[in-house]
């Protein structure tokens, strides 16, 4: 087995070859022909290959992420200029499943146990992924790939990484994937002008954001004299960096070996008790599970921080402005707590996204489809939009926005039909500031933001706190899996008791509690599976310090 080492070195240097190789010379729309290598159709939707006679379309459901995003008059997720793209363009009749971002494994598994889940899986969350997997519900996808595949069998032979992260103990690959390179995800936002106006620096530590939090509430600094402002959102991406924050990871190392990290979670848990306890964020912040009306809080001027997705970053911004003009805001770093000084999670460089049901009635039909999806020039639309009409080639041989108020309505919302975009390849061209205008006054402040974020979050003295990237963590064998996802929902209830219960229980009795639980349930069996995983290992995994060595320059 390689060590970790050079293992990561390794293929390291086959991305970065391979990219240096590709650089920003794809300038072609939706209709480019794919690389010649690849040996794919030379035009998108026809679906044949020389003289051969056309292929039977096949007719599949692919489920896609609802974010509630979309402007009205683009449609609805599952309906939309996008969505029509990819049935006229691709080789199949595809149906779209909307699932609710934040609500998706409740929805999918709904859907299973109803038979009536889509042929082809989008979901972020590996762990879940990886329970769909134990329970057989998805289809291991080797044979499938070396017997029906042309580009994504290609993808595999140039960058091994992505049959890496795909394979399992059973020596099958059973998800699809992409190469994202180093890029961040989650974004600190902070109304640097609330800061400015009540005489606050950018919070170093979690003292100063206390106070900071404590002054946004109780100091008017939207200066209309009426007490409606909060503090931060806390749930969704909001409480993931809090989590960072206080390093609440689920494991760290101590000592060369791995232990829980219980005192963590009670630091994390009582710094938001407080914020509550002392009024400082919504009351009612436990029903707001997708962050939803933290976001609608920010973008109507309420709200001082909030943690954003990079996916929803720049609209959630362009939104705020729009409603204040005036407004500055800043991604700042996140403050030290007493266990460190950590960065919020960052973009996963190696990330599989998507599955096949193993129930699918045409198996064939969706690999062909995820064929079409992972073709160049199926990539260089989902992520520039259409040549002439969203973007033509700049100056930098890169893909230039023609009209970026037409691509924030017709485009901007498109991540999630870009699960499968490999935006690595397409090196600094692939960058979200490129689809920015530094002539309008709005993008040159979100291009301010963009550097904040980078030089914060991108750096290796201050990285995320966990173990390693949430979708490189191990698999549990199908039994301790079960014990995790039959507790989890009892395990976060004796936490929230504590948050909102005043001084009924404290936060070190809900941990308590809830750890007499956890073990009553086999999950002492869970927590020796991991720091025996770690002892043996450590030396060949691909751990958080690792990651950020795949940094392309």
Not at 401 to 415: M, V
Not at 416 to 426: G, I, K, T, W
Request: hydrophobic share 40%; with cysteine; net charge negative.
């Amino acid at each position: 087995m390689k060590t970790r080492s050079n293992w990561v070195t390794a293929s390291t240097l086959v991305l970065t070859a391979s990219l240096l190789a590709a650089g920003c010379s794809n300038g072609g729309g939706g209709e480019a022909a794919p690389p010649k290598e690849s040996g794919g159709t030379s035009t998108a939707g026809e679906g044949k290959t020389g003289d051969a006679a056309p292929e039977a379309r096949g007719s599949i459901t692919v489920s896609i992420y609802d974010r509630g995003s979309i402007p009205p008059e683009e449609g609805t997720a599952d309906n939309n200029r996008w969505t029509k793209w990819l049935v006229e363009n691709g080789p199949a009749d595809v149906k779209f499943v909307p699932v609710p971002r934040w609500e998706s494994k409740e929805k999918f598994n709904v859907m299973f146990a109803s038979g009536s889940a889509p042929d082809l899986i989008f979901e972020y969350d590996t762990a879940y992924r990886n329970e769909l997997i134990s329970q057989k519900q998805l289809m291991p996808l080797n044979d499938l790939i070396e017997e029906h595949s042309v580009e994504y069998k290609a993808l595999l032979e140039k960058y091994p990484l992505l049959r890496k992260v795909a394979t399992r103990e059973d020596g099958n690959m059973y998800e699809f994937g992409r190469l994202n390179g180093l890029v961040t995800n989650h974004i600190f936002f902070v109304r640097k002008d609330w800061l400015d106006k009540l005489g606050l620096g950018i919070p170093q530590t979690t003292e100063e954001l206390y106070a900071a939090a404590e002054a946004f509430v109780k100091q008017d600094p939207d200066g209309n004299g009426q007490a409606d402002t909060l503090a931060m959102g806390v749930t969704a991406v909001g409480d993931a960096i809090l989590n960072e924050i206080f390093q609440n990871v689920g494991h760290k190392v101590v000592d060369g070996g791995l232990v829980k990290t219980t005192e963590n979670n009670i630091a994390k848990h009582n710094f938001v008790k407080k914020l509550y306890d002392d009024g400082l964020i919504d009351k009612d912040f436990l029903t707001d599970k997708n962050s939803e009306k933290a976001k609608q809080d920010f973008i109507n001027g309420k709200l001082g921080f909030y943690g954003a997705n990079g996916g929803e970053a720049y609209a959630t911004f362009t939104a705020l402005k729009a409603n204040f003009p005036d407004a500055k805001v800043m991604a700042i770093p996140l403050p030290a707590s007493e266990f460190g000084r950590f960065s919020p999670v960052i973009g996963n460089p190696v990330q599989a996204t998507a599955a096949i049901n193993a129930n699918a009635k045409d198996p064939v039909a969706v690999m062909k489809y995820v064929d079409f999806l992972v073709r160049e020039s199926t990539m260089t639309t989902l992520q520039y939009g259409i040549e002439g009409e969203h973007y033509e080639a700049g100056d930098n041989g890169c893909p230039k926005p023609i009209d970026t108020e037409k691509n924030k309505k017709e485009h901007s919302w498109t991540a999630d039909y870009r699960m499968l975009v490999s935006a690595a390849l397409f090196g600094e061209c692939a960058h979200f500031k490129n689809q920015l205008n530094p002539d309008n006054p709005v993008d040159a402040e979100y291009l301010e933001i963009i550097k904040q974020a980078d030089a914060a979050y991108l750096n290796p003295e201050t990285p995320m706190a966990d173990l390693t990237h949430v979708e490189q963590m191990p698999t549990l064998p199908k039994d301790l899996q079960l014990i995790v996802t039959n507790t989890a929902e009892q395990m976060k209830s004796f936490m929230q008791q504590a948050l909102i219960g005043g001084n009924k229980v404290t936060v070190e009795q809900a941990a308590a509690d809830s750890q007499a639980f956890w073990e009553k349930a086999g999950g002492k069996q869970v927590d020796d599976w991991y720091v025996d995983w770690y002892a043996n290992h450590a030396e060949d995994w691909i751990l958080t310090k690792d990651i950020y060595e795949f940094k392309i320059e």
